[in-house]
């Protein structure tokens, strides 16, 4: 399902004193099956864009394609619930929506909210358990019983259990420690492999976009400033400081050994592994001399 | 040097469950310490904290503030030795407007209305939120009402301040506004602090380090001390500074590094010594 | 509830603003009685003018008022035709398809109309122009006499202060599980009822469960910062009563008097 925004605006409470202009300008080209970053400070309308991947809501200007949906300003668009059976947004602490008896339950709601019977549902939560790295025993007990991590798994469980095209992901690892964080944007990068997803990552962590991100969407002040890979978009370290972003570190340390060294690496590590291999082909080049 | 918190032998058992949340901690914290403590979610370091703030009792073992053995008597005596900042931001904001916040803990205190402006004020020019006195918590970002959260901490001029997870919360420029105004208060006016969190960039600016792992404390020591040993804490679930993280590697692919550094500045300039040492012995 | 202006605070330094909180409750609850004084053309207009002077004095802007009682407008109106058909006193001014309306019955309904107009202008010029603290802070203070029997007045107003504080993050929690739930399939609008009780159960537990926690961190906090109930406490808040306080005090009980010797 490929996603086109053109010329998008939102702003909320219009027609009030109270009027804000959210967003503004928004044009996005996504293609089906790709996994876009999109960053920027609190505030820089990410949000509101996500919001506008399912209807939740709908641009004051502008059309939003959608698959074979299209979403136009100014049209209140009624019939949206097969569109949101094929994008599925997990929410930022997701854990928070969760609220029936069992785990099973709960993960079967999404589900049967779009038809699927009781009993497939059921059948298949032990498959959508394993998808988020959740034993089987967890199934019968309830979600409040579990910890923070695990409750996470199961709001996102409960979203992939509606098996989504397009699945949008609003600062998924906040609060997480290290490792929970690491495992779960390996489990998506997964289902972006596996399920030929489209992944739309909503982060402020730019190590998470450069190490999984196909392209990267920087956004300020309610529109999109910057757009690109994440080696266009880290070619460039000093207009992202400009813009009052985080750098990753490998991308910090690459320009701090090129300007000791006076020299300039061909193309922006991205991951530590990128460091590591640039180094060693600088070491080795002295030694071959 | 003189010993704000006392940890002795601690064991802590939450009704109905057979395993230790905690197990024989012992630690101390001295007077202008900064000590962090870190650890994977569920490694205990949520469970001492409550112990340390009166919330749960110790199960066995004894805890002294400032002198003070905490028990039921003297809870509230040892409360009035502490400063706590929670993690969730919006869940301690008990006041209708930023000085209301402030003024909560003063009221209580039965602190009279001249002082209660001059501390109000003063706390909130050290959090540098002094120009949003009147503004009420949902005009505020999360890493503000920290900010707060901090101002009606100090403001009752504690020993010692606990950061229960104050950052987790918050974003990386919120996370930035915390520290640096924690930073700040310690190098003005010589705070006792106890921070409890999985933040690597606090733990290197901590001047000592508690790692904790199932409900014991596994290390303690100096930042470089504690990231000295690198796959051991990968093992409990901790990331390491990306400059440790290389040195390592570099190491293991036989750039022959001297140190693990802690800093990139380290770790840049010692590559360069290398460099250029090889470079020289080419060239002769 | 976007057109209703009840409830909601407009920013000001205006004579009213600057009032004691508890004087404009105390102007609110006095104008509820006086306000049936009334009776007569002259006594109404003595109201009316006075309503007027107060809405002049705190600069809220006129059509901002009107905007705010569009909501409550038809009640108004309703009320008066409904006096309008039913009084049958005095003379008959009109006949129209078998309906009599009498001249009475007009002067009734709109000396009625009037009345629940200047009443409600009354009330939401208390709370356009006090904010919601000051307004617990004024009752906290009115009702104190009342600690004697043991009424726990001081837990009352702290209570009412917090969930003051709390109503804009729990509309924010509100609107997120929504959005939440909407996405994962759940229709909030329409449906069959066994439909919308499942919405509103996936709504309600989260919420509950957010709130309990939120409560029970929040008296963590409180009480970590010393909080023991209202005993040796002092007051950030200090309500001080001026002269302006007393004069206007004064001047609500001569219009009373007015009222009182001008009704028929």
């Not at chain 2, 106890?194 to 020591?221: C, F, P, Q």
């Not at chain 3, 009498?102 to 009443?119: C, H, M, N, T, V």
């Not at chain 3, 929690?173 to 939440?180: F, R, V």
């Given at each position: ?18 009027e ?5 300008d ?8 790709s ?22 809501l ?8 959608l ?5 136009v300003?100014g049209?209140?668009e ?6 949101r ?14 609220f029936e008896e069992?785990?099973e ?13 009781e ?14 790295g ?14 923070g ?17 397009v ?6 690892t ?21 399920k ?19 392209d ?41 050994i ?14 530590i592994?990128?460091?590591?291999r ?6 080795t080049r002295?030694?071959?001399? | ?27 101390q ?25 009166g919330?749960?009792p110790p199960?066995?073992g ?8 905490l ?5 509230w ?8 900042v ?11 407007t930023v ?33 949003f ?18 101002a ?40 006792t ?13 901590a ?39 290389l040195?390592r ?14 800093t ?8 360069w ?12 | ?5 009840i ?11 600057r ?23 002259w006594t ?17 802007p ?7 009682l569009?909501?409550v ?11 309008v ?22 002067q009734?309904g ?8 200047l ?9 356009l ?26 837990e009352?107003?702290?209570?009412m202060?917090?969930?003051?504080r ?9 609107e ?25 159960t996936?709504?309600?537990?989260p ?23 209202s005993q040796?406490r ?27 010797l001008?009704?028929?």
């Amino acid at each position: 399902m490929d996603i086109v925004f053109r010329d998008v605006e939102h702003r909320y409470q219009i027609n009030t004193p109270f009027e804000k202009r959210a967003l503004y300008d928004i044009h996005v080209d996504i293609r089906s099956g790709s996994y876009v970053a999109v960053i920027g400070h609190t505030g820089s309308g990410k949000s509101t864009l996500l919001q506008h991947f399912n209807g939740l809501l709908q641009p004051t200007k502008g059309t939003v394609h959608l698959g074979d949906y299209t979403i136009v300003a100014g049209k209140k668009e009624k019939h949206l619930k097969p569109l949101r059976k094929k994008v599925g947004i997990v929410f930022q602490f997701p854990e928070h929506q969760l609220f029936e008896e069992t785990v099973e339950k709960d993960i079967c709601f999404g589900p049967m909210n779009f038809g699927m019977s009781e009993q497939e549902a059921k059948a298949r939560v032990g498959e959508w358990l394993a998808l988020v790295g959740l034993p089987e025993e967890v199934r019968h007990k309830s979600p409040f019983a579990l910890s923070g991590g695990q409750m996470r798994r199961v709001a996102i469980a409960g979203v992939l259990a509606m098996e989504p095209e397009v699945l949008v992901l609003d600062e998924p690892t906040a609060g997480l420690d290290p490792r929970g964080r690491k495992e779960m944007m390996d489990m998506f990068a997964n289902l972006q492999r596996q399920k030929k997803m489209t992944i739309v990552l909503v982060t402020h962590s730019m190590e998470e976009a450069a190490r999984y991100a196909d392209d990267i969407i920087i956004m300020h002040r309610g529109t999109i400033v910057r757009r690109g890979t994440p080696e266009q978009i880290f070619r460039n370290v000093d207009d992202l400081i400009h813009l009052g972003l985080d750098v990753p570190e490998t991308v910090l340390f690459q320009r701090a050994i090129e300007q000791k060294f006076g020299i300039q690496f061909p193309e922006p590590c991205l991951t530590i592994e990128d460091v590591e291999r640039s180094l060693q082909t600088l070491f080795t080049r002295v030694k071959r001399i | 040097m003189e010993v704000a918190v006392r940890v002795d032998d601690v064991s802590f058992q939450y009704a109905n469950e057979q395993t230790y949340a905690l197990q024989n901690i012992s630690f101390q914290v001295y007077k202008g310490e900064w000590v962090t403590i870190v650890g994977h979610n569920g490694s205990g370091k949520s469970t001492l904290a409550k112990l340390l703030i009166g919330l749960l009792p110790p199960t066995s073992g004894t805890i002294h503030v400032c002198g003070i053995p905490l028990n039921e008597e003297t809870i509230w005596d040892v409360r009035e030795q502490l400063g706590i900042v929670f993690q969730n931001p919006d869940n301690q904001f008990v006041g209708t407007t930023v000085q209301d916040d402030v003024a909560f803990g003063l009221e209580n205190r039965g602190i009279q209305k001249e002082e209660m402006k001059k501390r109000i004020n003063e706390a909130l020019k050290k959090v540098k939120m002094e120009d949003f006195i009147h503004h009420e918590p949902h005009r505020l970002s999360g890493g503000q009402k920290q900010r707060v959260a901090i101002a009606s901490a100090i403001a009752l001029q504690p020993n010692v301040i606990i950061l229960d997870e104050a950052t987790s919360m918050l974003d990386p420029s919120g996370k930035k506004e915390v520290l640096h105004v924690m930073q700040s208060l310690r190098r003005e006016h010589d705070m006792t602090v106890i921070s409890i969190t999985h933040d690597l960039n606090e733990v290197a600016k901590a001047d000592r380090v508690i790692v904790m792992n199932k409900g014991k404390i596994v290390l303690e020591g100096t930042p470089a001390h504690i990231f000295s040993y690198g796959e051991k804490l990968e093992e409990m679930g901790l990331d390491l500074p990306f400059s440790l993280q290389l040195s390592r590697r570099l190491k293991n692919n036989g750039i022959p590094m001297t140190a693990d550094h802690l800093t990139m500045e380290g770790l840049v300039s010692e590559l360069w010594t290398l460099y250029s040492a090889m470079s020289n012995i080419v060239t002769k | 509830m976007n057109g209703m202006i009840i409830g909601k605070y407009v920013p000001g330094d205006s004579f009213i603003h600057r009032l004691d909180p508890r004087t404009k409750l105390l102007l609110m609850f006095i104008y509820v009685f006086i306000v049936f004084l009334a009776n007569n053309g002259w006594t109404y207009g003595i109201l009316t003018l006075f309503t007027c002077l107060l809405l002049f004095l705190s600069r809220i802007p006129f059509s901002f008022m009107i905007r705010g009682l569009k909501p409550v407008l038809w009640v108004i109106v309703f009320t008066f035709f409904l006096h309008v058909l039913l009084t049958k006193e005095g003379h008959i001014v009109f006949q129209w398809l078998g309906i009599e309306v009498y001249d009475k019955a007009i002067q009734q309904g709109a000396f009625i109309s009037l009345r629940f107009l200047l009443l409600i202008v009354v009330t939401t010029l208390l709370t356009l122009t006090t904010t919601p603290i000051e307004v617990t802070d004024g009752m906290e203070s009115l009702l104190s006499p009342l600690k004697k029997w043991n009424v726990p007045v001081h837990e009352l107003a702290l209570m009412m202060s917090i969930s003051l504080r709390f109503i804009p993050t729990l509309m924010e929690e509100t609107e997120k599980i929504m959005k939440a739930q909407t996405a994962r399939g759940v229709d909030f609008s329409s449906g069959p009822l066994q439909e919308r009780m499942k919405a509103m159960t996936a709504l309600l537990v989260p919420l509950f469960i957010s709130a309990f926690k939120r409560a029970e961190e929040l008296a963590v906090a409180m009480e970590v910062r010393g909080y023991r109930g209202s005993q040796n406490r002092t007051k950030w808040r200090e309500l001080t009563w001026g002269r302006i306080d007393t004069a206007f005090m004064l001047f609500i009980g001569l219009l009373a008097i007015a009222l009182w010797l001008l009704r028929s």
